[in-house]
């Protein structure tokens, strides 16, 4: 095939814009827009079968070549896909009837009126692939960090935008109660969520999610980062106290000092970007009781009655501690019953503060199964199943009432020496 000296056709007003600002992969914009123009073509000539399209992004050039068969003048019917010999030789003398000759295809040639639905055809395919590109995007962000610049603050919600100019959305809701941000202003959320409505990709983020404080301490934390540290779990009260518990698979690593730092540098850094949320970083504990002794801090708990069945725990506590406990409206120790999945209760221990006995030291006293029994129902120390009461005892442990007031008066006669 003969084509005659190139001469292209600038289309930066067309899709330069796109090219350059977009986050599309070159195959695919040069697929849209081979698509776009065979589309003009098939509505000018009726068909695009015999054009050649070549696209070069980088200088946002396009040339559009139509081959046609050369015929004798008398014999030209089609001349979409037909040339007569006459009009060739004024071009080119070197060609023969029955070659074929490819002639461009000027933009400037199809008229005002389709050059302007070209651009709108163009704009319209490139703004919806870069919609659906954004959602690919950031629904494999769900759950990290992203940075972005307030642009506009509304009562229920603000407008961020991040480096690439993508709007996101940070609703009142997910915002801490303390924050305050200005038109401007640089801020970091999670990234919660990502829909379509109507062809428009929703990005949502939060500062208040669990997950913003887990990638808080990823950064803050290199132990974390690397994997030497685990975040087993987080509760949260936004702006208020969040719970976080941490386990290590190196024995030489001290999880809660690596995440605290030396003198609180590390922690420092994230309460401050909490609005001076209180943080407790608890060491992670298979044992339950011990979990939940933790998790009660900063309170000292004297020990812990578990209730398997119903998944309660009941606390006792000095007198003084009990506040501590509970928390200003009850926060602390709601926080520390999501964590650690059990409905606490606290009690003040206003016993004498005598040391508790493991109840397999009664062993000489008491018959083996009967201390099973109670070891089956949590109660694996003296005051633990003194705590209970003889009713209590003899419900969970299906034991005869005799039996069970028999434990009582042995347990009881070890306080009273």
Known sequence: MKKKATSTVSLIDTFSDFKENKNIDRATMMSILEEVFRSMLIKHYGSDENFDIIVNIDKGD?????????VPDEELEDKNIEIALSEV???????????????????????????????????SKIMELEKDNIYKVYS??????????????????????????NELLLPKREQIPSDYFRKGDTMRAVVKSVEMRNNTPIIILSRTAPEFLE?????EVPEIFDGLITIKKIVRQ?????????????????????????????????????RNENIDV?????NTKLFITRALSPAKVNSIVL???????????DPEEVSKAIGRGGLNI???????????????????????????EFADELEEWVIKAFVDIGCDTAKSILALGKDELIKRTDLEEETVAQVIDILSAEFEQ
């Not at 209730?307 to 506590?317: M, S, V």
Request: charged letters at 35%.
């Open 62 to 70: 396009l040339e559009i070549w139509r081959n046609r068969e050369v």
């Open 89 to 123: 030789l004024k071009i080119d003398d070197s060609y023969e009837i029955g070659e074929e000759f490819a002639d461009e295809v000027k933009i400037i040639d199809f008229g005002r009126r389709e050059i302007l639905s070209l651009r709108q055809n163009l704009s």
């Open 140 to 165: 494999k962000k769900i759950g990290e960090i992203v940075t972005g610049e307030i642009y506009q603050i509304w009562k229920k919600e603000m407008l961020v935008l991040d480096e690439d100019g």
């Open 215 to 219: 990638r808080l301490f990823e950064l």
């Open 238 to 274: 936004a702006g208020e106290r969040s719970k976080v518990a941490v386990e290590s698979y190196d024995d030489r690593i001290d999880p809660v000092g690596a995440c605290v730092g030396m003198k609180g540098a590390r922690i420092h850094g994230i309460v401050r970007e909490l």
């Open 282 to 286: 608890i060491n992670y504990s298979e």
């Open 307 to 317: 209730i398997e069945e119903t998944k309660k725990a009941n606390a006792y506590l």
């Open 334 to 360: 709601r926080l520390a019953g999501q964590l650690c999945g059990y409905e606490i209760d606290v009690y003040r221990d206003i016993e004498e503060q005598d040391e508790d006995v493991d109840i397999v």
